[in-house]
């Protein structure tokens, strides 16, 4: 479009020209997407599969699951999106200022979405959530005599989730909440490799930060590792709004569960 | 008759059947000698350097990969173990099995001649993404180093198909290590993949359209969609498998009420197209050679073509076969037992095109053809045999047996490993610019045949007669069908071994080679041996089809044109109506 | 007539699937090697008649041809579709098994077959099975995957563990065969072998009368105290009134070990080991306040002392009302098999 954008940039020296350039370097980060595609499209078959077999248990996990912080979470990853779309347009136009600082605010935003998971896992575990075949001691039973049972030991994560979802106000008959684990050993696969992908990202976005600021974007023709960039950062958004649903939306959710969960992200309930 | 010569659609240029290659001029720069420092090696970004440096590791883990083989079949030669207590042999076939797949088998062509030919072949003068082509060979190297590690320290004893709950709860050894290396070795064939399908769309020269692209060309390009799509479900398979095993929260544990045969569909997802990924670039090589020593185009360019794509496509949705008796249901298995013999079918198409190529050739016996010969006579027995497995009913018997052994055995090394070395006896004048003793390879053509044969053959008798597989003991009946079995093994062993010592032997020994020693058409032709160290002097334009041995005088396909720098998109160049002009 | 045929070096046909089996085995295999070796041969043909000359020959420029193309993709496919639909047919055949046939019980654990039979005879990595008789065979694992396989029935199944999976033989064939396990399971995978014994009628029946029945309890294997316990408690039919089901006129006998019972006249007593067995040996001497006293003695002649320490360690075992049997519950099958026989044919429990 520009007449400036095509030239002046150095071209590779195995490509004829830049537009050939420009050419191969997008098809080969959609072609790396695909893989990423089916990457996560394997765990999440996996996990459509036990959704299918044990619905109850995965509503039942679900409710457990902090909202608001994923609502906002939402929020900061699709703004980022937004500013590292405006990198790209702003290295087009020739503004070298304007990437570093907008590729500074999606770092920033990125770092926020970190940072609020962080302490969404560290509430995690401070409530127990977290799968294992840890036992508590077994609680004596007060009656003996005739046909008295003893009481079984309990899974310290059966009890912890028994708590969070009486917090949550869902009711727990019909679910087998041992069975419960399996959702969150998915929550935290699926979760996780997508914070993986995100600082992955992050540590992308900080190099090309890096190089900024030593003016290597003084091209406008060099968007195109920006570009680069903001395709593979929007698809981790993509993974983001696909894990939304799946996970956070599988059971019921009223909006005042956004709420507390924010308070108990800021520490501010009980 | 006369109807099935077509009319050309062009005019030939006449030229001369090539010249005598002149003297070997010592001061010419190739890309063997333009730098020798280690520091140039390991940090090339040269597509050809970094074949080299495939095919040096691929090499050393194939003599691994071949150890463990011939562990494990000393130890069949008597019925109760001869040389191995039974976790050891356990421990043995896992090696060998996981070895010769991931560390050989997956990234051999493609790493070698995917990576050296690919960009030669279609005019090019590096691959599209130079550093992500080294970052391949490092990142396999990786995965690599960790498996091999591991088997220093304890070694695998799952099989290389790793099912639960036997791996995830049960095995004791070093399952975590195992399947890191083969979730790293993964990406170096997504990165190859990207690579190759990047270049394939975006760097051909001017005038090679997708009809006059090389079959190996066509052959890596329906690899690497395999490998692109195939591949990051292995690897999350394998991440689940570890958490699995690191939590034991019941993904693939049934009395957690997971699932132990979803492990087995995500598995089987990948590594059925896994087979397809070893086995196309073999046939993406022969089809470079049989014209070649036929002197005659390829009979079904387009059917080869399509029938490469087809069963790049068709093999994504047959994985079940795999896993009919371990109760996935009833119809399920007929779902993928159609869906399997329909796969069949472009290999077969592909088999009866190369024989029609040889009709009313003028067939020479050079080493590459041997093994093409042998290819074909291997690989048809071994792709048959795999129907009496994918039929539902048949494979009740068979399934897990020697049978199954000695069908894939019979397609990944009589089939596959034949038509690597084809290649490599093909490409290696051309790597190395050195020319081996053809005699001696065609005797160990010859070798390696008879001693496959002799290998697997009486294995479709003792899995017929019902031997299990992955058995260090059996009864005494089958002895000495093992027996042959393991002598066989032994020729085969000298058959491999034969390659190293001439191929090696020749870089010292060997005459100068010159441009084109087999007289072939294909850009990779046209330049010295070994090549430049950016492929084509001149950007090349293609105006013929490939393969074109049947024109009178032999005619070369392309004439290499100088062009002004600017490029011209190979959408300009009309086959035609264009007239060759000298260079600008 | 083709069932007494025997090939060199094929294993023996000793079921009626063996013979459908090997009749689709052999198409497959006749057309395959028709096929193949008219490839084949041809290909040899070629290199011999078309071997290169001495100077460069002119060879024609033969490109392709649709219809040659049509014609060897139509015929291959064809077969192998009657392949696909034969093979179909023999295996839903062999999937769907009769349901009111003698149902067996087969259970792999590494790395071993435990073999229930219908009548209650048990034994490892044997199968004694009479001459044509069909018979049900269900299948499933304690641990990992293992696999049933007789190879000559030319039958296998993958035992999963949580699963059961259901087949049928019918031995047309008196003699003994291989079984073994065709999914690796571990170092013993190899040592997971045993052998199918078919036996004439008369023979089955003579050996299931007890002159090759292993004893109860004594076997090493056979599980623990509590185990054969609980067997013998099935047995003796214990649970005809002590029982889950709470029909009773019998006490509840979960959760009393070390309790305190009280007796008729006032007194009570622990419930200890002692309690226990003098309960089963002398049921009149201590009677629990409320119950009639109508419960049988079981003397040694019944119920030996060691099959009495496994009763009094069942019934320690009981921890709450579900532990204990239902009413009519039967003699047990082996662990993870089925309480009752199932009806579908299918090969899996979906």
């Known amino acids: 479009m520009a007449a400036n954008v095509h030239d002046a940039a150095p071209v590779a020296h195995h490509f004829n020209n830049l537009q050939q350039q420009h050419d191969a370097i997008r098809l080969g980060i959609w072609l790396f997407l695909v893989t990423e595609v089916l990457f996560f499209g394997g765990a999440m078959c996996a996990y459509t599969a036990y959704r299918i077999w044990f619905p109850k248990e995965f509503e039942a996990g679900s409710a457990a699951l902090n909202v608001g912080i994923a609502s906002v979470n939402t929020f900061l990853l699709l703004a980022s999106s937004l500013t590292v779309t405006l990198a790209v347009r702003a290295c087009y136009d020739g503004q070298q200022k304007l990437v570093q600082f907008w590729l500074g605010v999606t770092i920033i935003l990125g770092s926020l979405f970190l940072a609020l998971k962080a302490r969404e896992y560290y509430l995690d575990f401070e409530e127990g959530l977290v799968p294992s075949r840890k036992l508590v001691s077994p609680q004596q039973s007060s009656m003996i005599g005739e046909g008295a049972a003893l009481a079984a030991p309990k899974y310290a994560f059966v009890q912890s989730l028994e708590r969070a979802l009486h917090h949550a106000g869902y009711p727990t008959e019909g679910v087998d909440l041992f069975r419960v684990q399996l959702f969150f050993m998915f929550y935290y696969i699926l979760t996780g490799l997508h914070v993986i992908h995100m600082l992955v990202g992050i540590g992308l976005l900080g190099w090309q930060f890096f190089l900024a600021k030593f003016g290597f974007f003084r091209y406008p023709a060099r968007y195109i590792y920006i570009e680069v960039l903001s395709v593979y950062w929007h698809f981790v958004d993509m993974v983001w709004i696909f894990l939304l649903p799946l996970l956070y939306l599988a059971g019921p959710h009223h909006f005042g569960q956004v709420i507390s969960g924010l308070q108990q992200a800021f520490g501010l309930s009980q | 008759m006369n109807k099935t010569i077509p009319e050309l659609d062009y005019t030939p240029q006449m030229v001369p059947y090539p010249e005598p290659t002149p003297a070997e001029d010592k001061n010419r720069v190739h890309y063997l000698n333009v730098s020798d420092t280690v520091w140039s090696w390991l940090f090339t970004l040269d597509h050809k350097r970094i074949g080299i440096l495939y095919l040096v590791s691929v090499s050393i883990f194939f003599v691994f990969g071949g150890i463990a083989a011939a562990l494990v079949r000393t130890n069949l030669l008597t019925p109760t173990g001869a040389i191995l207590e039974l976790d050891q042999y356990n421990k043995a076939f896992t090696a060998h099995g996981t070895i010769m797949l991931f560390l050989f088998l997956i990234p051999v062509i493609p790493g070698v001649l995917g990576n050296f030919f690919v960009p030669m072949m279609i005019g090019a003068k590096d691959m599209a993404f130079p550093k992500l082509n080294l970052l391949s060979w490092y990142v396999y190297m990786a995965g690599a180093m960790f498996f091999v590690w591991q088997l220093f320290v304890g070694g695998l004893d799952t099989g290389w198909t790793l099912y639960p709950p036997y791996t995830s709860q049960y095995s004791h050894t070093n399952v975590l290590y195992a399947g890191l290396g083969i979730f790293i070795t993964g990406f170096s064939s997504i990165l190859t993949a990207v690579n190759i399908i990047a270049t394939v769309h975006k760097m051909r020269c001017p005038g090679m359209t997708w009809s006059r692209l090389p079959l190996f060309v066509w052959a890596m390009y329906a690899t690497s969609l395999i490998q692109l799509l195939g591949t990051p479900v292995l690897a999350v398979t394998v991440l689940m498998l570890a958490t699995e095993r690191l939590f034991g929260i019941g993904i693939f544990d049934p009395t957690l009420e997971g699932d132990p045969l979803l492990f087995q569909h995500l598995f089987w997802f990948y590594s059925h197209p896994a087979v397809y990924i070893m086995i196309l670039p073999g046939f993406g090589v022969i089809s470079e050679v049989i014209p070649c020593f036929s002197r005659k185009n390829i009979f079904g360019y387009h059917a080869i073509a399509w029938a490469s794509v087809g069963i790049a496509v068709v093999g994504f949705l047959v994985w079940g076969h795999h896993m009919y008796i371990a109760g996935q ?25 190369w024989v029609a190529t040889m009709y009313r050739g003028s067939i020479h016996f050079a080493p590459p053809m041997s093994f093409a010969i042998a290819f074909l006579f291997l690989f048809t027995i071994g792709g048959l045999t795999g129907l009496h497995l994918g039929v539902l009913g048949t494979d009740i018997h068979l399934h897990d047996t020697y049978f199954v052994v000695a069908h894939f055995h019979f397609v990944m090394v009589g089939g596959m490993l034949v038509a690597w070395l084809a290649g490599l006896h093909y490409y290696w004048p051309k790597m190395t610019g050195r020319m081996y003793n053809t005699f001696w390879a065609n005797v160990a053509a010859i070798v390696v045949c008879v001693g496959f044969f002799l290998t697997f053959a009486p294995q479709f008798i003792l899995g017929y007669n019902g031997m299990p597989r992955r058995y260090p003991h059996y009864p005494e009946e089958f002895q000495i069908l093992n027996i042959l079995s393991t002598a066989g093994a032994s020729i085969q062993a000298i058959g491999f071994t034969m390659p190293a010592i001439y191929l090696l032997g020749s870089l010292v020994f060997g005459r100068p080679a010159g441009n084109n020693p087999w007289h072939a058409t294909g850009l990779e032709w046209q330049v010295p041996s070994p090549p430049p160290p950016h492929n084509f002097e001149q950007i090349p334009i293609v105006y013929y089809p490939p393969y074109e041995y049947s024109i009178p005088n032999g005619l070369k396909h392309v004439v290499i044109h100088s062009l002004n720098g600017n490029g011209v998109h190979s959408s300009d160049i009309t086959p035609k109506h264009q007239e060759v002009t000298s260079g600008s | 007539m083709f069932n007494d045929f025997q090939l060199p070096l094929t294993p ?44 460069p020959a002119q060879t024609p420029r033969l490109l392709g041809s649709t219809s040659i193309e049509v014609t060897w993709t139509l015929i291959p496919f064809l077969f192998f579709a009657s392949f696909f639909v034969w093979g179909v047919r023999i295996y839903s055949n062999k999937i769907s098994a009769p349901i009111d046939v003698p149902e067996y019980y087969v259970v792999g654990k590494q790395w071993m077959w435990k073999i229930q039979h219908p009548t209650g005879q048990r034994e490892i990595n044997e199968l004694h099975l009479p001459l044509n008789r069909t018979v049900r065979i269900t299948g499933t694992s304690e641990d990992v995957i293992h696999d049933f396989a007789i190879p000559a029935f030319r039958s296998k199944f993958d035992v999963v563990p949580g699963r059961y999976v259901t087949t049928w033989y019918h031995p047309t064939k008196v003699g003994k065969y291989h079984i073994f396990c065709d999914q690796y399971c571990g170092m013993g995978h190899s040592q997971m072998v045993g052998t199918v014994i078919v036996m004439n009628p008369s023979d089955y029946d003579a050996w299931l009368q007890g002159l090759h029945v292993s004893e109860e309890g004594k076997n090493p294997v056979d599980g623990s105290a509590s185990w054969e316990g609980k067997k013998l408690f099935l047995k003796l039919q214990c649970n005809a009134c002590h029982n889950a089901d709470g029909v009773g006129r019998a006490p509840q006998l979960a959760g009393i070990y070390m309790q305190r019972r009280p007796l008729q006249g006032g007194r009570d007593v622990l419930a200890d080991d002692a309690y226990l067995r003098e309960s089963i040996r002398d049921p009149m001497a201590k009677i629990v306040d409320g119950w009639k006293p109508i419960m049988p003695a079981y003397p040694r002649s019944q119920v030996s002392e060691e099959e009495l320490l496994n009763l009094v360690a069942y019934i320690r075992s009981l921890r709450n009302a579900n532990d204990l049997p239902k009413r009519y519950d039967r003699y047990p099958a082996p662990v993870g098999a089925p309480g009752a026989p199932t009806d579908e044919g299918g090969l899996t429990r979906e």
């Open chain 3, 12 to 55: 023996p046909r000793a079921s009626s699937f063996a013979y459908e089996y090997d009749l689709l085995f052999w198409y497959i295999s006749l057309v395959v090697l028709l096929g193949g070796g008219l490839t084949i041969a041809t290909m040899i043909y070629f290199c011999f008649r078309y071997a290169a000359k001495s100077e």
């Open chain 2, 329 to 353: 249901g009833f119809y399920l298995g007929m779902v993928f037992s159609t869906l399997t013999m329909l796969v069949a079918v472009p290999s077969a198409i592909k088999v009866f095109n």
